[in-house]
């Protein structure tokens, strides 16, 4: 078992609306989030990770269930680790008529964190060279590696960032998208939350997906992607109904797709085609078709309500 940065055990929450309908957004969760990388927290809108994030950071209380950070347990123990916790749950207010450096210099002061940090964390997010422009000048991919500067001004080990490149345009994104494996890649542990796949699916080193509130699948990408190994290969065959029963009779997933066959779980593709060839069946084609992470999360993920 890896040193956690955060673990929950059967974390549940639950909101009363004016209406007076429960609504359960968190259902048992057991989180784990190694310390070191990027984690992605992934699912569909409504799932439960910005509610489970609020109750990590103390800002909202749990019904159930348990939570550590760094080992000590949350929110009972909350104080001896928040100054290792850098958190963007809420776009930070900053002055916009102030230069950017100015804003992280004032905010510095306030958190009692050394002067010569702004200079690096301004480093640290690539806004060395624009520190010195106002913050009202800035595109929304600046603004918001600005947010996430702030955050690292008292050198946390864990950074929390909730959906950060929501609004984002595509070089926004990657912007974000190397500062935080760039952070990953510096030994911090940076956790971050998504609806959008294919935006974390590159930088995470491990994820959790999320649906309704509970767990459905963890670990690195490639093993929730279904291993690395074992891949669905597609082939093309001229008797496809004789290649489909001997790939069958070999113990074989077979499906149609086409002109083509699917077979599912191959360790080894080069034995597909000696089976076949084996009876006469020569394959002129052989592609593996590689699961992504995307159709992965659809499926788990299929009926809860992904906006
Ligand atoms: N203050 C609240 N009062 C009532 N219901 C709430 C409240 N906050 C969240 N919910 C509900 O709890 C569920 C989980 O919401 P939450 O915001 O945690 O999900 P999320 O995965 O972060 O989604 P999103 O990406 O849309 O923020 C949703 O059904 C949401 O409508």
Redesign the pocket.
């Known amino acids: 078992m890896p040193d956690l940065a955060i673990s929950t055990r059967g974390l549940r ?1 639950t ?3 004016r209406r007076g309908r429960t ?4 259902q048992g969760l057991d989180l784990d989030v190694p310390v070191g990388g990027v984690h992605g927290f992934l ?12 109750m990590l950071l103390g800002l ?1 209380r749990a019904d159930a269930g348990t939570m550590t950070v760094f080992d000590r347990p949350v929110p009972a123990q909350l104080p001896a680790v928040v100054g290792r916790i850098g958190a963007i749950v809420e776009s930070p207010k900053f002055f916009p008529a102030f230069t950017g450096r100015r804003n992280l210099e004032l905010l510095a002061g306030a958190i009692g964190a050394p002067a010569q940090r702004v200079g690096e964390v301004l480093e640290q997010t690539s806004l060395a060279e624009r520190g010195k422009d106002k913050f009202k000048g800035y595109s929304l991919g600046m603004k918001q590696r600005l947010a996430i500067a702030a955050t690292l001004l008292k050198d946390p080990d864990l950074l929390i960032f ?2 950060p490149t929501n609004g984002l345009d595509p070089a926004g994104i990657r912007e974000i998208r190397e500062t935080m494996r760039g952070l990953g890649d510096q030994g911090k542990t940076v956790l971050v ?3 959008i796949l294919a935006e974390v699916e590159q930088v995470a080193d491990t994820v959790s997906i ?1 649906g309704h ?1 509970r767990l459905l699948a963890s670990g690195t990408v490639a093993e929730v992607i279904g291993g690395g190994a074992a891949a669905t290969v597609k082939l093309g065959v001229a008797d496809r109904e004789a290649a489909a029963r001997v790939l069958t009779a070999a113990g074989l997933a077979v499906r149609a797709d086409g002109n083509h066959l699917l077979v599912d779980g191959v360790e080894r593709p080069a034995e597909l085609t000696k089976l076949l060839a084996d009876q006469q069946l020569y394959v002129h084609e052989l592609v593996q078709v590689r699961a992504d992470l995307e159709s992965v999360f659809l499926e788990l993920t299929a009926g809860e309500g992904l ?1």
């Open positions: 929450k909101y009363r609306t609504v359960v957004a968190v699912g569909p809108n409504g799932s439960g990770k910005t509610t489970s994030i609020r909202i909730d959906e939350s998504s609806h999320i509130g906006a």
